[in-house]
């Protein structure tokens, strides 16, 4: 099992940034096939992935939030971040950061963005 902590999010205007950091409780970047990512939920909607980066460094995008949010990841730490620019009221959502390991999914307790006018 791994534990999954998240911290960074808060409320902004629209256009401003923040940064999301998630740290998981053991090295996830050893293993080809694991990931750690950043996923998003509203009330009455499904969890959506926002952002996802691979063991072998492939990101992966959600279209709404292409150019404008970027992924990185700090080995050492076991850390991935979220840097969000250019925010608009649509990415208000709860932020969850999920580790997956050997194909098992680990979820944070979720952070909340609120981005207003």
């Known amino acids: 099992q791994v534990q999954v902590v998240e911290s960074g999010g808060g409320s902004v205007q629209a256009g401003g940034s923040l940064r999301l950091s998630c740290t998981a409780s053991?090295?996830?970047?050893?293993?080809?096939?694991?990931?750690m990512g950043w996923y998003r939920q509203t009330p009455g909607k499904q969890r959506v992935l926002v952002a996802e980066?691979?063991?072998?460094?492939?990101?992966n995008y959600a279209d709404s939030v292409k150019g404008r949010f970027t992924i990185s990841r700090d080995n050492a730490q076991n850390r991935v971040y979220l840097q969000m620019n250019s925010l608009k009221p649509e990415d208000t959502a709860v932020y969850y950061c999920?580790?997956?390991?050997?194909?098992?999914?680990?979820w944070g307790q979720g952070t909340q963005v609120t981005v207003s006018l």
């Open positions: 053991r090295t996830i970047f050893s293993i080809n096939g694991n990931a």
């Open positions: 999920n580790a997956r390991f050997v194909g098992v999914s680990n």
């Open positions: 980066i691979t063991t072998r460094g492939n990101t």
